[in-house]
């Protein structure tokens, strides 16, 4: 890092992890990976295709290593990191990017190191290219593949790894960039908190640090060339800033950030045992999304009562053939378990031809579809697969034998897919009644919708005919409502979910559900967000389910107003003629 005259700069980059951290900056430096494009001959290849087995068995060993590392760390850490583990073991295995590594060694005679490096680079490219609306999950996915290929590499080369051991405790730890293995090393103990000048919000090394509960910053630019070693910096993992060299002004206010913070988390952690029930006496159930299953005891410590989005899409990842019934019954069993009485809500596989996935590629049209995001998906993808549907199906009813449970269809906008879906679910359960070893709750579980198109929002007073509950996913909602994906940039502000065209199909679709006597949730990002609580309430929503993180902050929003003030802010904001009138409706009801 350059030396630099001793004044204040400040600095923004993407917040990944919430907190303050005030030391000095002290940078991990990596040295740089030189690859090889040496030519084999026909000879060469077979030594060095054990050359790169005995790199891909090292790979193996240090990830086991960093994951039996991880007991050092805290329950919930490791929780979040320990699977991500898995997923790079899986891809070490015999997996399609080492078969595309080994033919290129074959067919073009590349040594290990070009091969390795040109198939991870052709994977990332090619999942970075794919279509769709969820580039956030492309990112991670080329993510992956491109840190197994560095790692592979070190490994062929010898050359060595990041190290955070001469680091003196207390630092701001600073680099360029960290990758998901190097976050893995970290021993949050150690450090005050963590910069860098690459890197965003969505990758799973900002998933990591959050998981180690350290303030973050990630992609501040230019950050390492103004930093000095050991100059003080302050870290807002909350705001995204980074001051360097801060004043006596600036110091003193970001230690009296650091206490009301301290104040403010355990205030929130005296709400846990309290119930989420506005001043007037109107409850609000507050559930979890569950996305991956390291998340249970994230829920467990939110105060979370059930999980009301299980996305099971996580059990067909990196796998080359979709889960059979048994699989997917244990899994489903042990999460309904962990619960302990408390309701599961299983949301069947929600795919499409935007995402790309081995064991699912099978069941994709063949031809590339035009629009993704309108054609085949959800609901739609799996009644035109009934075996696949069956199966999961199948794994449900035999873990709703454990617990309470709840089956979620996503994509519905037509009265006939519920409708052959829940016949599709009689089958099933007759011919599991059939099998007398297996287990089956006296009653089929209840069937609901997603609620993320217009269509099924205005033909909700007919689907709750054939539904036993509505969850409103207010993501697509938001993207079909508006034409616009979140993917957008910022700056031209047509995806937002406080639109009133959106809140008015919320509110009508709570109506119908009220008027036919169904439950009605809502998930999706706005679920999540306090400032928009009291707006949902108003609107007819009596069950949220959200990101385990924000269970506390939507309870205290709860609690802290009046269903009186609740309806009086939703009739403003249904009125309202846009997304910034909502905001300012809002901000001016804030306490």
Same mark, same amino acid.
């Given at each position: 890092?350059?030396?630099?005259?001793?004044?204040?700069?400040?600095?923004?980059?993407?917040?990944?992890?919430?907190?303050?951290?005030?030391?000095?900056?002290?940078?991990?430096?990596?040295?740089?990976?030189?690859?090889?494009?040496?030519?084999?001959?026909?000879?060469?290849?077979?030594?060095?295709?054990?050359?790169?087995?005995?790199?891909?068995?090292?790979?193996?060993?240090?990830?086991?290593?960093?994951?039996?590392?991880?007991?050092?760390?805290?329950?919930?850490?490791?929780?979040?990191?320990?699977?991500?583990?898995?997923?790079?073991?899986?891809?070490?295995?015999?997996?399609?990017?080492?078969?595309?590594?080994?033919?290129?060694?074959?067919?073009?005679?590349?040594?290990?190191?070009?091969?390795?490096?040109?198939?991870?680079?052709?994977?990332?490219?090619?999942?970075?290219?794919?279509?769709?609306?969820?580039?956030?999950?492309?990112?991670?996915?080329?993510?992956?593949?491109?840190?197994?290929? #560095?790692?592979?590499? #070190?490994?062929?080369?010898?050359?060595?790894?990041?190290?955070?051991?001469?680091?003196?405790?207390?630092?701001?730890?600073?680099?360029?960039?960290?990758?998901?293995?190097?976050?893995?090393?970290?021993?949050?103990?150690?450090?005050?908190?963590?910069?860098?000048?690459?890197?965003?919000?969505?990758?799973?090394?900002?998933?990591?640090?959050?998981?180690?509960?350290?303030?973050?910053?990630?992609?501040?630019?230019?950050?390492?060339?103004?930093?000095?070693?050991?100059?003080?910096?302050?870290?807002?993992?909350?705001?995204?800033?980074?001051?360097?060299?801060?004043?006596?002004?600036?110091?003193?206010?970001?230690?009296?950030?650091?206490?009301?913070?301290?104040?403010?988390?355990?205030?929130?952690?005296?709400?846990?045992?309290?119930?989420?029930?506005?001043?007037?006496?109107?409850?609000?159930?507050?559930?979890?999304?569950?996305?991956?299953?390291?998340?249970?005891?994230?829920?467990?410590?939110?105060?979370?009562?059930?999980?009301?989005?299980?996305?099971?899409?996580?059990?067909?990842?990196?796998?080359?053939?979709?889960?059979?019934?048994?699989?997917?019954?244990?899994?489903?069993?042990?999460?309904?378990?962990?619960?302990?009485?408390?309701?599961?809500?299983?949301?069947?596989?929600?795919?499409?031809?935007?995402?790309?996935?081995?064991?699912?590629?099978?069941?994709?049209?063949?031809?590339?579809?035009?629009?993704?995001?309108?054609?085949?998906?959800?609901?739609?993808?799996?009644?035109?697969?009934?075996?696949?549907?069956?199966?999961?199906?199948?794994?449900?009813?035999?873990?709703?034998?454990?617990?309470?449970?709840?089956?979620?269809?996503?994509?519905?906008?037509?009265?006939?897919?519920?409708?052959?879906?829940?016949?599709?679910?009689?089958?099933?359960?007759? #011919?599991?009644?059939?099998?007398?070893?297996?287990?089956?709750?006296?009653?089929?579980?209840?069937?609901?919708?997603?609620?993320?198109?217009?269509?099924?929002?205005?033909?909700?007073?007919?689907?709750?005919?054939?539904?036993?509950?509505?969850?409103?996913?207010?993501?697509?909602?938001?993207?079909?409502?508006?034409?616009?994906?979140?993917?957008?940039?910022?700056?031209?502000?047509?995806?937002?979910?406080?639109?009133?065209?959106?809140?008015?199909?919320?509110?009508?679709?709570?109506?119908?559900?009220?008027?036919?006597?169904?439950?009605?949730?809502?998930?999706?990002?706005?679920?999540?967000?306090?400032?928009?609580?009291?707006?949902?309430?108003?609107?007819?929503?009596?069950?949220?389910?959200?990101?385990?993180?924000?269970?506390?902050?939507?309870?205290?929003?709860?609690?802290?107003?009046?269903?009186?003030?609740?309806?009086?802010?939703?009739?403003?904001?249904?009125?309202?003629?846009?997304?910034?009138?909502?905001?300012?409706?809002?901000?001016?009801?804030?306490?």
């Amino acid at each position: 890092m350059k030396q630099t005259r001793r004044r204040e700069q400040r600095f923004t980059g993407h917040p990944v992890s919430p907190g303050i951290g005030i030391g000095p900056v002290h940078e991990a430096t990596e040295p740089d990976l030189v690859v090889s494009t040496k030519k084999l001959t026909a000879a060469e290849v077979a030594p060095e295709l054990a050359r790169l087995e005995e790199a891909v068995a090292r790979s193996r060993h240090q990830l086991q290593k960093l994951k039996n590392r991880l007991a050092a760390l805290p329950e919930d850490s490791q929780a979040e990191i320990a699977p991500m583990m898995d997923v790079y073991l899986h891809m070490l295995g015999p997996s399609r990017l080492l078969r595309g590594i080994k033919a290129r060694m074959q067919e073009d005679l590349l040594c290990p190191e070009a091969a390795v490096h040109a198939e991870a680079e052709a994977q990332a490219e090619a999942t970075l290219a794919q279509p769709g609306a969820d580039r956030a999950g492309r990112n991670r996915r080329a993510e992956e593949v491109r840190e197994l290929g #560095r790692r592979m590499l #070190r490994n062929l080369t010898r050359q060595p790894f990041r190290s955070f051991t001469a680091l003196a405790q207390g630092s701001v730890l600073a680099a360029q960039d960290l990758r998901p293995a190097d976050a893995a090393l970290i021993q949050p103990s150690r450090f005050a908190g963590i910069i860098t000048a690459e890197g965003g919000a969505e990758g799973h090394t900002a998933v990591m640090l959050r998981a180690l509960g350290l303030p973050a910053v990630l992609g501040a630019a230019g950050v390492l060339d103004a930093a000095s070693p050991g100059s003080l910096a302050i870290v807002d993992g909350d705001t995204g800033e980074i001051v360097l060299n801060p004043s006596k002004a600036s110091l003193e206010a970001a230690r009296k950030k650091l206490s009301a913070l301290t104040r403010a988390r355990r205030a929130l952690a005296r709400l846990q045992r309290l119930p989420a029930i506005t001043k007037d006496g109107t409850p609000v159930e507050l559930q979890a999304n569950l996305e991956l299953p390291f998340e249970l005891a994230l829920i467990a410590e939110s105060g979370a009562h059930g999980i009301g989005l299980l996305r099971s899409e996580f059990m067909f990842m990196n796998r080359e053939t979709a889960p059979d019934e048994d699989t997917q019954a244990r899994i489903y069993q042990d999460i309904v378990e962990a619960m302990d009485g408390d309701p599961v809500t299983i949301r069947v596989l929600d795919w499409g031809s935007d995402k790309e996935v081995d064991a699912l590629s099978r069941y994709l049209p063949e031809a590339p579809e035009a629009n993704p995001a309108l054609g085949l998906r959800g609901i739609r993808l799996l009644l035109r697969h009934p075996p696949l549907l069956e199966t999961q199906l199948a794994a449900i009813l035999r873990a709703a034998a454990h617990g309470p449970v709840r089956i979620l269809l996503p994509m519905v906008s037509v009265a006939a897919e519920v409708q052959a879906t829940r016949e599709a679910l009689t089958r099933v359960w007759r #011919r599991l009644k059939r099998r007398k070893t297996i287990t089956l709750p006296e009653t089929l579980p209840p069937l609901g919708i997603m609620v993320e198109t217009p269509a099924a929002a205005l033909a909700s007073p007919v689907l709750a005919l054939h539904a036993d509950f509505f969850a409103i996913g207010t993501n697509d909602l938001t993207m079909y409502t508006l034409a616009a994906d979140r993917s957008l940039p910022a700056g031209m502000k047509l995806y937002d979910p406080l639109e009133p065209a959106v809140l008015r199909l919320i509110h009508l679709t709570a109506s119908f559900a009220a008027d036919a006597g169904i439950p009605v949730s809502l998930c999706g990002e706005l679920a999540a967000r306090p400032q928009a609580t009291p707006l949902l309430v108003g609107l007819g929503i009596r069950q949220l389910s959200m990101h385990g993180n924000a269970v506390p902050l939507v309870k205290q929003a709860i609690r802290a107003t009046s269903l009186r003030t609740c309806e009086r802010l939703a009739g403003d904001a249904l009125a309202a003629p846009s997304a910034d009138a909502v905001r300012d409706i809002l901000a001016s009801a804030e306490p």
